[in-house]
């Protein structure tokens, strides 16, 4: 099976970048997914196929991916974006997730 | 505006048999495949299956083959997910989410592009 690696937490002060890594074998050959988890909601997409954006996510939200590590990048940081983060890929036709990062805004 | 309704929070007892729906509008439901997620108590997403509400072709992950099943009844635009025997391990939220289908390359790009607001499913043993 195929193994995602995410840090546990990344803390990030307010109005500065966060940085949230995704390591996997080679996941340059893959389609890196995103998702943000606030506490009690669900989760919502914020990155598909590696970069590209959903309608409604802030231009603050990007993503990039290449050897062995794909990267979700929120820049000027707000409280609203204290959540869980979540990268995900698929490998033979089955969703594969990390474990989710948690981000906190100090 | 394109919604995925999933039915309400179920409290069960170990050994029954349990279904839960999620329901789609606003978008043509036999043209996007439905996948379900679990989420357990403090814990990560887990990806259990998906459905092509078409046909009801199928394919679940290995860690949750033969434990559920997934079915749809497109002429009522609802997924279902449902098990024969509940275990207190199963208790968790489960959400379901619409698969978006990209074609045009060696094999169709899926992604999760709306998810349901989740359904709590607790199991006392």
């Known amino acids: 099976s195929y193994d995602l690696t995410q840090p546990l937490s990344v803390s990030v002060a307010l109005g500065q970048t966060a940085t949230i890594t995704c390591e996997g074998d080679?996941?340059?050959?893959?389609?890196v997914y995103w998702f943000q988890q606030r506490p009690g909601q669900a989760p919502v997409l914020v990155i598909y196929r590696d970069s590209h954006r959903p309608s409604g996510i802030p231009e603050r939200f990007s993503g990039s991916n290449s050897g062995n590590t794909a990267t979700l990048t929120i820049g000027r940081v707000q409280a609203g974006d204290e959540a869980d983060y979540y990268c995900q890929v698929w490998d033979s036709n089955t969703g594969v997730f990390g474990a989710g990062t948690k981000v906190t805004v100090v | 505006e394109v919604q995925l309704v999933q039915s309400g929070a179920e409290v069960k007892k170990a050994g029954a048999s349990l279904r839960i729906s999620c329901k789609g509008s606003g978008y043509s439901f036999g043209s996007y495949w439905i996948s379900w997620v679990r989420q357990m108590p403090g814990k990560g997403l887990e990806w259990m299956g998906r459905?092509?509400?078409?046909?009801?072709?199928?394919n679940y992950s290995p860690s949750f083959e033969g434990h559920v099943s997934i079915s749809a009844d497109k002429s009522i635009n609802t997924a279902y997910l449902q098990w024969t025997s509940l275990k207190a391990s199963d208790t968790a939220m489960y959400y379901c989410?619409?698969?978006?289908?990209?074609?045009?390359?060696?094999?169709?790009?899926?992604?999760?592009?709306?998810w349901g607001q989740g359904t709590t499913v607790t199991v006392s043993s």
């Open positions: 989410t619409r698969l978006n289908i990209l074609t045009g390359y060696d094999f169709p790009l899926f992604w999760m592009d709306v």
């Open positions: 459905i092509d509400p078409k046909d009801s072709y199928t």
């Open positions: 080679n996941i340059r050959n893959k389609n």
